[in-house]
Each structure stands twice: as C-alpha cells, then as structure tokens.
C-alpha cells in the first residue's frame, strides 16, 4: 500500500443501515480501494452517545461489517474492523481531550441539534462525540476522510486539534506528529433525504420507520414504504426545484438505484405521474439491493468468517494506530512501559 493515498471512515451501528448509508457513503468506499489505501470501521463506542440498548449493539456491529462485505469491501484490500477493538482510540481520544478547547466542541452544529432532543439526558459522550471522531481519523495517518456536508464540521475539529493542539505544542520542528487530513466529498449520492419529508437527511434514528428504506428490508417491504413516501401534486418530476424537495429526491434515488443517471432520468420521467413513477422507483430499489441482500446471508451463513475478517483487519489496524498513538504519548511526556 506504499505511496498509495490513506482514506478512513465508518458509520455507526446503530438500528439498520439504509439507502442513505449505502448511496451516500458505502458504495462510494468501493471504488476508493483501486488506488487507495483504505480502512473502514464500525464505530460502536459512537454508537453509545445516545441511549442504546446492551441486547443490540454486538449484533448490529456484526450485522454492519457484514453488509460492509455485501456492499463489495474486499477484506483482501481493505482492513474492515471494529473501533472499539482497537482501544488506541478510547486512549487517544483522552489525549486529545486533555488540549482541545471546550467552546470548540460546544459551537459543533450537530451536538446543539441533539442536545435540544435529549434536553437533561444530554451525555459528556454526546457533546465530546467529535474528539473521538478527530482521535478515530488520526490515528490511521488518514489522507482523505470522506464526508458529507453534515461532517465538515468534525473533520475541520479533527484538523485544528491535530494543527493547533498537537503538532503545534508539542512536535519537533518540521517533524509534525499527526497528519492532517483533507476532506474527500462525494457528490452523488451523497445526500438522500427521507421518504416522509424531502428536507430532512434520511436517518436510522427517525421514529418514522417509513422514513427510509432499510438495506435488509425485503421486497414486499420498500415497495410498501416507496408507495407510501410523500409527494406533492404536480404532474412529471424534475430536478432542482426548491419548491419539490420530494420529487428531487424519489427522482435522484431512481437514476442512482437503477444506473441510468440523472440526466436518462429526468426525460424518461419527466411527464409520469406519481402512480407510474413508485412502482418504477420500488422495482429499481428491489433489484439495486437483492444481490447486496444475498450476499449478506451468505457471509452471515459461513460459519466463523465474519470473526476472521474482523480479527484480521483488527490485527492491521492495530499495528497503524499504536503507532501513531506511541508518537503522541511520548511527546506529551508519557514514561514509556518497558
């Protein structure tokens, strides 16, 4: 992987992953491991921010690694591993709370949005979310993190702690400590909104399970939620109009889900009405995740594979984070165990 650019990134395993998950963010992972250097976690102490429930969370952390592997990770190619498995996070994560500032976490978008849902359960954990998120994306010497736009927030933290508070106080001269990353944004895709509201970012933590379409849900399931998304009365659908998020949205899943591109898909539906447009949308939607689907249940299916790849990717991404982990501790004055 010598001289190859490194990219890091992960989701949650927190409920099913869905549509947004996988369009905006997982596929896209696959064509990075051409000619990247690539490391995909599941990051399960960030699924804890948020009151979770014990029963789940192994099971969801399993169930994530596995559609990683359906989606086309090629374990051979990337290291596919569990966050918490490597406790150099939890470690760095202390490190590098210890010198970020508290207004620079308390100004994050993200944490006052949740903070005004959770009112008096807000966590520590919630609030210092990105310093975990910055401790995840350095410890791999990461030269590109793919975000969306919701994220730049973060990776910008990630950068000012790693410029600011690290390298600048405590590395030798020219020597810095932890690489600083850029952003890696994907544009297609890499927005989809929810089926029940067209301005709002699909999300698995929306109570409204019609809201998205889960990976695993089966085919009688998304044609069910596809026929029941919400529209507006106008006939034909059409990019770019501020005034039809909905249409901008079922429209833009269509020409992504079935592979004929937005522009095939904006003539070929530009005069249909609603209900010849969703059954259309539910056929690509069922077809795009079938053999994402079994695949699944084959890797679920052989027995101890799963545990292989994730003790492997482990073993890979252990060797990079302690590393990098080593390099802070001494510089920060830590007596080394010996």
Known sequence: ?????????????TGSLHLGNWLGAIRNWVSLQDDHDTFFCVVDLHAITVPHDPALLAENTLRTAALY?????????????VQSQVTAHSELTWLLNCVTPLNWLERMIQFKEKARKQGENVSVGLLDYPVLMAA???????????????????????RDIAQQR????????????????EPLILTEGARVMSLADGRSKMSKSDPNEGSRVNLLDPPELITRKIKRAKTDPVMGLEFGNPERPEADNLLGLYALLSGVGREAAARECASMGWGQFKPLLAEAAVEALRPLQERYEAIRAE?????????RGRERASVVAEASLERVRAAMGFLPAR
């Open 303 to 311: 027995a101890g594979y799963l545990d292989q790849v994730l003790r």
């Open 69 to 81: 592997l359906a989606s086309g990770i090629d374990p051979e190619r990337s290291s596919v591993f």
């Open 166 to 181: 690290i390298n600048a106080r405590f590395a030798p001269e020219d020597e810095p400590l932890l690489k600083v990353p």
């Open 1 to 13: 992987m010598s001289g190859r650019p490194r990219v890091l990134s992960g989701v949650q395993p």
């Open 136 to 158: 995840d994306i350095l410890l791999y010497d990461a030269d590109l993190v793919p975000v969306g736009e919701d994220q730049k927030q973060h990776l910008e933290l990630a």
